[in-house]
């Protein structure tokens, strides 16, 4: 372990020289405000999720009071995390997130392990979700090719876009993430001035389809997709203006941003809707406004719908290549991924994250990859998490810009909360956990192979300079 944390290339909170090397051999640009670090949250965390969970998170839950509580929960859940990882962002602001936490606090295998199951499986997969779920809503509004065709004609087309630099992306996701706001408040006005609190009256509720303690796992895990995301602008931390002092600003920031939205949006879907008429709809917005204004309206609102899904795909492109990019640099993924063009693309890792979403796009369902998704996600950033405690042992002299409040006691409490809806997932939906679990010991025995072998070759380096 010890030679494993060696690797990492950190000492006393500095990068080691030869990391530093690998950072200038990627000319990422730092151009990104804090204004366009919370478009990037903003933009991937309200999209798919409020779009297609609310309908879901209904039959799960079968009453309006029980449904609010779990959005609460996980926002509470969402903000507590964001303070956990604010701290590390701004100890380390370096290109890949949470990849690079994990490598300082545990050494390559754990940075092998986080790196790689976001590239794979956690923005692999919500990116796929979210081309099968606009391709279901141009369905809705006309087009004739299957779910699969257009999925992957989408992923093409955001694949275009990014090759033309992160200009052209952040521009792209500044504009789309404003017309997001609008349509989503937009939304809520129309859901409040039409509805007449059917959800508030006596009788309103419905039994749910499965079990209290399986319903309360299902719908945490399609809440978590849903706030899934509020820390993605730490992948992107090389190209983030002053990130020690902007990095917490924007996380927290955008953590209450969407957390209040969030709730009002539901408050306003169950101020229109019963949640037996809420229970399996594709689209809520939309049944929520049709309600009131029709059927045009729903027309509307699944148009408007495509564009908010639009913008949060959008940052599976601008944000999951860095964590590649990171992952080449420090020799834990081939060294071509590390490639940046000059527009401030990284060019290799862009095609190998667009050919991951393609694949999973043409071939998965949304609620299938939504819980593979999750489980995964949580148990790597509970993980991560803990990394903050051997971070503060190992590193006591680094500068934080930004310290967690209530160290110990509050990261222990997110920890445990981690831990606690793990064990009711694992317990609930057992082959899911399974099928989880070996993808994660998979890149667990991967990552200690690649550890090892970069170990010899320094050794074997030495050996021949000496």
């Excluded at 404003?178 to 039409?194: M, R, T």
């Excluded at 809420?278 to 495509?306: E, F, K, N």
């Excluded at 990019?325 to 420090?330: I, K, N, S």
Aim: hydrophobic share 55%.
């Amino acid at each position: 372990m010890r030679g494993d944390r060696e690797n990492a290339g950190i000492r006393g909170g500095a990068i080691a020289p030869a990391a530093a090397a690998a950072e200038r051999e990627g000319a990422l640009q730092r151009i990104l405000t804090p204004l366009d670090g919370m478009a990037i949250i903003v933009g991937i965390v309200i999209g798919a999720g409020i779009l297609r969970t609310p309908g879901l998170i209904a039959g799960y839950l079968g009453d309006a009071r029980w449904i609010l509580l779990m959005w609460v929960l996980g926002g509470v859940v969402a903000a507590l995390s964001t303070m956990v990882f604010a701290e590390m962002a701004a100890m380390l602001p370096r290109a890949g997130g949470k990849y690079a936490y994990a490598r300082a606090a545990f050494g390559d295998t754990a940075a092998f392990v986080a790196g790689w199951s976001e590239v794979l499986v956690t923005r692999g997969f919500s990116g796929a979700a979210k081309a099968v779920l606009i391709s279901e809503y141009l369905i809705l509004i006309g087009a004739r090719a299957p779910v699969p065709v257009l999925a992957g004609a989408i992923v093409i087309g955001f694949y275009l876009l990014h090759l033309a630099g992160l200009r052209a992306g952040k521009t792209f996701q500044n504009w789309t993430t404003a017309l997001k706001v609008l349509v989503l408040l937009a939304i809520f006005g129309a859901a409040f001035a039409f509805g007449d609190g059917a959800s508030w009256r006596p009788g309103s509720a419905i039994a749910p389809a499965q079990g209290a303690l399986l319903g309360f796992a299902l719908a945490y895990q399609s809440i978590a997709f849903t706030y899934y995301g509020w820390e993605e602008t730490v992948k992107m931390a090389e190209e983030v203006r002053e990130p020690g002092r902007n990095l917490p600003r924007i996380l927290l920031g955008s953590a209450a941003a969407v957390a209040a939205l969030y709730l009002l949006m539901n408050v306003a879907f169950m101020h229109a809707l019963t949640p037996g008429e809420m229970a399996g709809s594709p689209l809520v917005a939309r049944d929520a406004v049709a309600a009131g204004l029709g059927d045009a309206a729903g027309i509307a609102i699944t148009v408007a719908g495509i564009g908010i899904l639009v913008s949060s795909l959008n940052v599976n492109f601008l944000a999951v290549p860095r964590v590649a990019l990171g992952l080449a640099r420090d020799g834990l993924a081939p060294a071509r991924l590390r490639g940046v063009s000059r527009r401030g693309t990284p060019v290799a890792a862009l095609t190998l994250e667009a050919a991951i979403i393609f694949t999973l796009a043409v071939t998965g369902t949304f609620e299938q990859l939504i819980r593979f998704m999750m489980f995964c996600a949580m148990a790597v950033d509970g993980t991560i998490m803990v990394g903050l405690f051997a971070l503060r042992r190992r590193m006591p002299d680094a500068t934080r810009p930004y310290r967690v409040p209530g160290y110990p006691a509050l990261p222990a409490l997110v920890v445990l909360a981690y831990a606690a809806i793990l064990a009711i997932i694992i317990a609930t939906q057992p082959a899911l956990a399974l099928g989880g679990g070996a993808m994660l010991a998979a890149l667990a025995v991967a990552g200690m192979v690649v550890a090892r072998w970069r170990a010899r070759s320094a050794v074997a380096g030495g050996a021949t300079a000496t």
